[in-house]
């Protein structure tokens, strides 16, 4: 049986089952694309069936792709890894963040992972929340600790884009930057719902269970939809996902940028504690999850819900996985094993060689 028939097995018997409502799996290897499968429903009802079109809120499976965004404008010579934030956006400059550079963000040690003061409303305004987070005062010297930045990430990493290029437009930055040379055409930092029809919605489990009903109903709601925060309120479909790794696979960084971005970029002396499963090792804006050895070669990020992006450099597997089920447990574990493929294999901080604290 060939590999989009199996997984394809593994997607329908999960919405069989209950344990899906609607799902999608993508995968490119080489570039090339080997599976596209799809089952289930947008939500409960059972009225409108999923197809490879359908958007699925994603959640932090879109910080990976604004990681993408510096490291290209890196590569283009607009900034480096070790530029003064404050450099080319003044109003950051303030509160113990005047030598903040721009690894400190991407390595998750600008410690600015506290949402300002706002209403929700507030945080759907993306010009706002960056200039709240340019006001902000960190939480421990830049550099000292990493610590994971929920929601703050996407603010970040687009207000720097932003004001590097002197555009405050970052949906378009993006789609310019990574967007367009990936393929991503059902990729957005912001969608239009009453335009967008085919957008799965976030529902529990068959028995009512679910990770966070607070989370769950926020991606619901049309505002959030719309909004454009790369950290934490993405839309995609698989397709679009793995497009990102098998561009990443394929050219879209150089081989030098992607070696840098994904070495282990975490101190020995970091407070938290590798634990397996999680994600905590952090290149720059990529979460590495090779075994223990060579946690460089699986790097990528997942969203809350379960939502998922990958790429194994040594396979050349560009992964992804959708689904609105916000329950466990879910399709992924047995979409895997039809892959063979293992991920987030650490045990403990002590297995892995050669941790920096990146200066």
């Known amino acids: ?124 305004d993306f010009q706002l929340m960056t200039s709240k987070m340019a006001a902000a005062a960190p939480a421990y010297p830049p550099g000292t600790k990493q610590q994971y930045h929920p929601a703050t990430y996407g603010w970040l990493t687009g207000g720097i884009a932003c004001h590097v290029l002197n555009d405050p437009d970052y949906p378009g930055i993006f789609r310019k930057l990574v967007g367009e040379p990936a393929g991503m055409d059902r990729f957005f930092y912001g969608i239009d719902p009453e335009k967008e029809h085919n957008i799965a919605s976030l529902v529990p489990g068959k028995d009512g269970q679910t990770y966070s009903k607070e989370h769950q109903e926020r991606m619901n709601k049309p505002m959030n939809r719309a909004c454009c925060n790369p950290s934490s309120a993405a839309m995609s479909n698989a397709l679009s996902v793995a497009r990102h790794y098998a561009a990443l696979d394929t050219g879209l960084l150089s081989a030098e940028t992607i070696a840098n971005a994904v070495r282990p970029w975490r101190a020995a002396d970091d407070p938290l504690p590798l634990v397996k499963g999680r994600w905590e090792l952090f290149g720059l804006g990529y979460v590495l999850s090779g075994p223990p050895q060579d946690v460089s070669s699986i790097f990528g990020h997942a969203g809350v819900g379960g939502s998922e992006g990958l790429l194994d450099r040594k396979r050349h597997y560009a992964i992804a996985i959708t689904r609105n089920c916000f329950a466990g447990p879910n399709v992924m574990v047995p979409f895997y094993e039809t892959l063979d493929f293992k991920n987030r294999d650490w045990p403990d901080t002590s297995e892995i060689p050669g941790q920096t604290r990146a200066r």
């Open 1 to 124: 049986m060939d590999l989009q028939r199996k997984v394809q097995n593994v997607l329908n018997r999960a919405v069989e089952n209950g344990t899906e409502c609607g799902c999608q799996a993508a995968l490119f290897i080489n570039g090339k694309l080997e599976v596209n499968a799809f089952a289930g429903w947008t939500d409960w009802t059972r009225t409108q069936k999923v197809d490879e079109n359908t958007i699925f809120p994603i959640y932090s499976t879109g910080k990976a792709p604004s990681s993408t965004v510096l490291h290209r404008l890196v590569e283009m010579g607009k900034l480096t890894y070790h530029t003064r934030i404050a450099d080319f956006w003044p109003e950051f400059g303030c509160n113990g963040k005047e030598e903040m550079e721009v690894w400190h963000v991407l390595s998750y040690r600008a410690g600015l992972f506290q949402i300002p003061e706002s209403t929700p409303e507030e945080r759907t």
